[in-house]
């Protein structure tokens, strides 16, 4: 190993380390990240070309199942969890807070591209400050809603998932993952359900923070936003043409893991004898 760069997958687990071989690497050399670029560099960097990895890209529409499934499948498989969305949800918090304009598409990428946004598992910090608890409410919602609608926005955030997921295996959840952010990902699912099951699935998620909204407006607000995401110019919600589409409607989230387990184990080949 060279002095300039730190192993960071050298404690994978199990479930990895019996993957590893099929990618021809062992866990010491899974993956290597120059110890001396800080990560303001890595952000601003084009995406590197980078040495295969374990990476599994889960996208899909509101309330499909995305961060339950992806936290689940990174705790089975001992690596870390990004929800893509928090991301998001911080630069509209960061819009709101500052009274940005949500029209106003220059000044929201500068937010995103100079803010210091930092993202572990469900705890999410901003220049500093953990806001975590402050970006469930509707409010915030509906501006990541916008502001994920804008090109430099998602251009920088892009390049903040790229640097995430140089570090090492990673399972990454959000809506253009497998088409711009992880490529080359070992495996790609697409999860959907209906636009019923997922509006229960949500306002029992905001009932359960507390917040009183009518089911019929959660599913209205739903279909909004599924057309605001396939319709987006920039990065629309597609499933990758390699992706693998999992219909949650019937299914557990332990359900679902155990499916992409599955299709991850017959997605890389084996090792040749």
């Known amino acids: 190993m060279r002095p300039c760069e730190v192993a960071i997958a050298a404690n994978c687990s199990p479930i990895i380390s019996s993957l590893l071989p099929r990618l021809n690497l062992a866990p010491s050399d899974a993956l290597y990240?120059?110890?001396?670029?800080?990560?303001?560099s890595l952000v601003s960097a084009s995406k590197p070309a980078q040495p295969q990895a374990l990476r599994v890209a889960i996208d899909g529409p509101v309330a499909a199942g995305k961060s339950t499934v992806g936290r689940l499948l990174a705790?089975?498989?001992?690596?870390?969890?990004?929800?893509?969305?928090?991301?998001?949800?911080?630069?509209?918090?960061?819009?709101?807070?500052?009274?940005?304009?949500?029209?106003?598409?220059?000044?929201?990428?500068?937010?995103?591209?100079?803010?210091?946004?930092?993202?572990?598992?469900?705890?999410?910090?901003?220049?500093?400050?953990?806001?975590?608890?402050?970006?469930?409410?509707?409010?915030?919602?509906?501006?990541?809603?916008?502001?994920?609608?804008?090109?430099?926005?998602?251009?920088?955030?892009?390049?903040?998932?790229?640097?995430?997921?140089?570090?090492?295996?990673?399972?990454?959840?959000?809506?253009?993952?497998?088409?711009?952010?992880?490529?080359?990902?070992?495996?790609?699912?697409?999860?959907?359900?209906?636009?019923?099951?997922?509006?229960?699935?949500?306002?029992?998620?905001?009932?359960?923070?507390?917040?009183?909204?009518?089911?019929?407006?959660?599913?209205?607000?739903l279909k909004a936003r599924d057309r605001r995401d396939k319709e987006r110019e920039a990065s629309p919600l597609v499933p990758a043409p390699d992706a693998h589409i999992i219909d949650t409607n019937s299914l557990t989230p332990e359900q679902v893991v155990d499916a992409i387990l599955v299709l991850l184990q017959s997605r890389i080949p084996s090792s040749p004898a």
């Open 75 to 221: 705790a089975r498989l001992g690596c870390p969890f990004v929800d893509t969305g928090l991301i998001y949800r911080a630069v509209g918090y960061l819009a709101l807070q500052r009274h940005t304009p949500l029209e106003n598409k220059a000044a929201l990428s500068h937010l995103a591209e100079e803010s210091d946004i930092r993202v572990d598992d469900t705890r999410v910090t901003v220049d500093g400050t953990e806001v975590s608890p402050l970006l469930r409410t509707p409010e915030v919602e509906a501006a990541a809603s916008r502001v994920a609608q804008v090109s430099g926005v998602r251009r920088a955030l892009v390049r903040r998932q790229w640097a995430m997921a140089a570090r090492g295996p990673i399972v990454m959840a959000g809506r253009d993952i497998g088409t711009v952010v992880l490529t080359d990902a070992a495996l790609k699912v697409f999860l959907t359900a209906s636009d019923e099951v997922r509006a229960q699935r949500r306002h029992e998620e905001v009932s359960s923070h507390g917040q009183s909204t009518p089911f019929a407006a959660v599913l209205s607000e």
């Open 33 to 40: 990240v120059p110890a001396s670029l800080p990560y303001h």
